[in-house]
């Protein structure tokens, strides 16, 4: 029995489309249940474009929740750098315009990202900012001093 090409191919286009168009991203992070706020990507840098998916993510939480990344600490050892907050690992400042200066100690910190992609996961799930700063300092305080001041 020959099969109908034109008909098969047809049906794993259309099943591939769907599958593409389920795990498409609406400007949410997917790993999160799509309920946080996520910045552009294409307004980053290109190097935090080119970075590894939950790095990029990272970025795009961090910017769009300056409410939640700066009221958490970071323990890696970036306080030294003068940064003051989780936030602080992703954005160096803003001009009076509003432009964003970013920080690239993210882009090789994995404790940075971490801390940011747990806040991010919580934030999707209801959590306060209170309690996201509860669970990031009983989960990463062991790493080291905390870069916020206590």
């Keep these: 029995m020959k099969r109908n090409r034109p008909f098969s191919l047809a049906f794993v286009l259309i099943l591939l489309s769907l599958v593409v168009s389920a795990c498409a991203g609406s400007g949410q992070a997917g790993g999160n249940g799509g309920h946080v706020k996520m910045a552009p990507l294409d307004d980053m840098p290109a190097e935090v474009r080119a970075a590894p998916i939950p790095v990029r993510e990272a970025y795009q939480f961090a910017v769009a929740n300056p409410e939640i990344t700066s009221s958490i600490p970071c323990y890696c050892g970036c306080g030294a750098m003068g940064h003051t907050s989780n936030y602080a690992c992703y954005v160096a400042g803003q001009d009076p315009q509003g432009r964003i200066a970013y920080d690239n100690h993210a882009l090789g910190c994995s404790i940075c990202v971490d801390i940011t992609q747990d806040a991010m996961r919580l934030?999707?799930?209801?959590?306060?900012?209170?309690?996201?700063?509860?669970?990031?300092?009983?989960?990463?305080?062991?790493?080291?001093?905390?870069?916020?001041?206590?």
């Design 123 to 150: 934030a999707g799930e209801g959590k306060s900012a209170e309690a996201i700063f509860g669970y990031i300092d009983a989960t990463y305080a062991r790493y080291g001093p905390s870069n916020m001041q206590q």
